[in-house]
């Protein structure tokens, strides 16, 4: 395993959030647990706009081994964040969001709906969780477990 941190961003899409309107629990759920888990985290918001949260994927884009966004990806005009996230990426990894819709699925049957991605940009593994804190905790059952493997894997890191 490498000696180097792994450093992650949550960035949380939302309007209201972005506004100070309403408390980021996703965001903060999800930075706890990456923390614990000895992640380096970083954070940021963006409205659900496209150009804004383009213009933070790209900014952190090759600088941290993940980027986890929150929010923006049902099925309203406003979700836009995989549209935001789709012509950044080289690589699709479509068993992650597929793995996190099912397990949501089987809470609550509109998770199904989400538009979520997950995929590689220049060594930077991106995945797209909904906004709540419920799939947000969901997202993290499916992600922890695999995460490091994967930065390894993508930052081509050696685990020995």
Not at 88 to 111: C, H, K, N
Request: without cysteine; negative net charge.
């Amino acid at each position: 395993m490498s000696d180097t941190p792994r450093s992650i961003l949550v960035l949380t899409v939302s309007d209201s959030i972005h506004a100070g309107e309403r408390e980021d629990k996703a965001g903060t759920l999800a930075a706890a647990a990456l923390v614990a888990h000895g992640w380096e985290v970083q954070r940021a918001q963006a409205p659900d706009e496209l150009d804004a949260i383009r213009a933070v994927l790209e900014q952190y884009i090759g600088t941290v081994d993940v980027i986890l966004t929150a929010g923006g990806t049902g099925l309203s005009s406003r979700d836009v964040t995989p549209d935001a996230t789709a012509p950044l990426l080289e690589r699709l990894i479509p068993g992650i969001p597929d793995a996190i819709r099912m397990l949501g699925r089987s809470q609550t049957p509109a998770a199904i709906l989400s538009r979520g991605l997950a995929g590689v940009a220049k060594g930077t593994l991106i995945v797209n969780l909904p906004g709540g804190s419920g799939a947000v905790r969901d997202g993290l059952a499916i992600l922890l477990p695999v995460l490091e493997h994967a930065s390894d894997a993508i930052g081509e890191r050696d685990r020995s």
